[in-house]
């Protein structure tokens, strides 16, 4: 079985959207969301990350964290996956409610259907790479070893 997720309003894998109302501290300050973190981490060194973390919504953190018009950090590329791992895993570690859902789902390939986004989701037409799916697999097996 494969398990689809997509918004942060779905009843039992909402969670794993990085809109979920997860907070947590990371880097010694507070984030809503992990969106805020990851969209913020574009911009370290900057006034952006500030401005970026402390908006109130993660739709908001996601839509400033894509404007070309900022100074995007030179790495970005490089970094951008092991960050999200990084946020991921925190999120799940800080959560105990949600880190069971996730160990719930066993061996099963979890797959972001995001219908727009073939990085981080599968696309429209299931192409796309998945990888925060990828990303939140490689934390429940994290998590696996860290309860064993």
């Known amino acids: 079985m494969t398990i689809y997720f997509y918004t942060d309003r779905e009843p039992l894998y909402g969670c794993f959207s990085n809109f979920s109302k997860h907070g947590?501290?990371?880097?010694?300050?507070?984030?809503?969301?992990?969106?805020?973190?990851?969209?913020a981490q574009k911009f370290v060194g900057t006034p952006y990350l500030e401005q970026i973390r402390s908006v109130n919504s993660p739709k908001d953190?996601?839509?400033?964290?894509?404007?070309?018009s900022l100074p995007l950090r030179s790495d970005w590329e490089q970094v951008k996956d092991e960050i999200m791992f990084k946020?991921?895993?925190?999120?799940?570690?800080?959560?105990?409610?949600?880190?069971?859902?996730?160990?719930?789902?066993?061996?099963?390939?979890?797959?972001?259907?995001?219908?727009?986004?073939?990085?981080?989701?599968?696309g429209k037409d299931g192409s796309g790479r998945n990888q925060l799916g990828l990303t939140l697999m490689r934390?429940?097996?994290?998590?696996?070893?860290?309860?064993n």
């Open 87 to 122: 946020v991921v895993s925190c999120k799940f570690q800080v959560h105990l409610d949600i880190r069971e859902i996730l160990l719930g789902t066993g061996d099963e390939e979890i797959v972001e259907n995001a219908p727009h986004d073939y990085y981080w989701g599968c």
């Open 61 to 68: 953190a996601a839509v400033l964290g894509r404007k070309r």
């Open 24 to 39: 947590f501290v990371m880097d010694k300050l507070w984030w809503n969301t992990t969106e805020h973190y990851f969209q």
């Open 139 to 147: 934390v429940r097996e994290k998590l696996k070893l860290i309860d």
